[in-house]
Antibody, heavy 119, light 110 residues
């Protein structure tokens, strides 16, 4: 079945970087976008950015420009999200989510990765 | 890009119908028929229940329905059940940021 499995929880100090992985299975990785969405405790969802391994394109919310890097490895069907210059308000659960190339919705989500930023 | 505005909470009794609003602007909700709704139970990942304003993915109950008027989208849950108690999030395609989510609504079944 279609599945996205993310890496485990991380703890970082302010100013550091964190890299979260998202391994896809059950479908052809390049036929879908992978998006990254985060959710602070008790808050709503926040879209961060996307990638497509077939076109090589990425896109980012302006809020994260310069701090967010999205990469991937097609050979192992895995996407990566790296956020740098971490602040305490970056503490959140980070999700990867699949989107069809011509769709405007996310049909499959990873289980989420808690990133805690604390001194 | 500001988040779409949703009521913080909505409640109803079993069997009743409730409606959640999602208000944006002409640059997102009002400009495109690309609104989706997600249901999220505590500690779980979101699950899509409505896409393209009013379409339901296979396997989603027809008790969930979506609509839109101007810059506001709506999610209606009819025949409310205890398992519908969850957080609900709207999202929309947006011209300047690709996607924007709502502030989220907690649904309580009394």
């Amino acid at each position: 079945q279609v599945q996205l499995v993310q890496s485990g929880a991380e703890v970082r100090k302010p100013g550091a970087s964190v890299k979260v992985s998202c391994e896809a299975s059950g479908y052809t990785f390049s036929n879908y976008d992978i998006n990254w969405v985060r959710q602070a405790n008790g808050q709503g969802l926040e879209w961060m950015g996307w990638m497509n391994s077939n076109t090589g394109k990425t896109g980012f919310s302006q809020k994260f420009q310069g701090r967010l890097t999205i990469t991937w490895s097609t050979s192992i069907s895995t996407a990566y999200m790296e956020l740098s210059s971490l602040r305490s308000d970056d503490t959140a659960v980070y999700y990867c989510a699949r989107r069809g190339l011509y769709d405007d919705w996310f049909d499959t989500w990873g289980q989420g990765t808690l990133v805690t930023v604390s001194s | 890009q500001s988040a779409l505005t949703q009521p913080a909470s909505v409640s109803g009794s079993p069997g009743q119908s409730i409606t959640i609003s999602c208000t944006g602007t002409s640059s997102d909700v009002g400009g495109y028929d690309y609104v989706a709704w997600y249901q999220q139970h505590p500690g779980k990942a979101p699950k899509v229940i409505i896409y393209d304003v009013s379409d339901r993915p296979s396997g989603v109950s027809n008790r969930f329905s979506g609509s839109k008027s101007g810059n506001t989208a709506f999610l209606t849950i009819s025949g409310l059940r205890t398992e519908d108690e969850a957080d609900y999030h709207c999202s929309s395609f947006a011209s300047n940021t690709l996607f924007v989510f709502g502030t989220g609504t907690k649904v309580t079944v009394l």
